[in-house]
């Protein structure tokens, strides 16, 4: 079963750029990356996608290597307001369309 | 306003009584899916519609069951809850299903 996989926790300073991987060894040619930022008791909300390369964004950067097997969420200078669990999503085409959540990366910024 | 709204959004029920769980949304997605949320287990897909009439099972989709009469309407159902279905439960909606997904806010189920 195709899943992908962040590190569970990460703490940081604020004014900090953080850097949250999340290995996919399975992707398929058409997938695409998805992040997504969570606050306790409310839904996911996008953060940035891409499929190769480096994309950029007002809040992030995600770089995406030549394999595409692992991507990496960059948020730069952290402030106590990105304290959140951020999750990697990547679509697996393999003939459905049911998408796979990573557990999770719980991010928490140091004063 | 474009958004995904579920009701109820707090709901404790008893083993063995059906219950629906609502979820419209009002940005013409044709694709939907309904998530659980447990602690230390992340959101796990429960099932997906791609379409009007066209549902398929995710990750986790025992004790479930869902319908797609209308593009914008995608109910989750619970035939007989069980304490094991006790979760959070999200809703969400996208133009296509590996495109950006908008959220509903949630419903917090608990069975007894």
């Known amino acids: 079963l195709a899943k992908t996989t962040q590190p569970i926790s990460m703490d940081s300073y604020e004014g900090q750029e953080v850097n949250i991987t999340c290995s996919h060894n399975?992707?398929?040619?058409?997938?695409?990356i998805t992040w997504y930022q969570q606050f306790p008791s409310q839904g996911p909300r996008f953060i940035i996608q891409?499929?190769?390369t480096k994309v950029t964004n007002e809040v992030a950067s995600l770089f995406i290597p030549a394999d595409r097997k692992s991507s990496t969420l960059s948020l730069p200078r952290v402030s106590l307001s990105d304290t959140a669990v951020y999750y990697c999503?990547?679509?697996?085409?393999?003939?459905?369309?049911?998408?796979?959540f990573g557990t999770g990366t719980r991010l928490t910024v140091i004063p | 306003e474009a958004q995904v709204t579920q009701n109820p959004r707090y709901l404790i029920t008893v083993t063995g009584k059906k219950l629906t769980v609502t979820c419209s949304q009002n940005?013409?997605?044709?694709?939907m899916s309904w998530y659980r949320q447990d602690p230390g287990l992340g959101l796990r897909q429960i099932y997906y519609?791609?379409?009007?009439?066209?549902?398929d099972k995710g990750d986790v989709p025992e004790g479930y069951k869902v319908s797609r009469k209308e593009k914008r309407n995608f109910p989750l159902i619970l035939e007989s809850p069980s304490p094991n279905q006790t979760s959070l439960y999200f809703c969400?909606?996208?133009?296509?299903?590996?495109?950006?997904?908008?959220f509903g806010p949630g419903t917090r189920l608990t069975v007894l």
């Open positions: 891409g499929y190769k």
């Open positions: 940005m013409n997605h044709e694709y």
């Open positions: 399975n992707i398929a040619t058409n997938d695409y």
């Open positions: 999503l990547v679509g697996y085409q393999t003939g459905a369309n049911n998408l796979f």
């Open positions: 519609s791609m379409n009007v009439e066209v549902t």
């Open positions: 969400a909606s996208s133009y296509t299903g590996d495109r950006e997904q908008f």
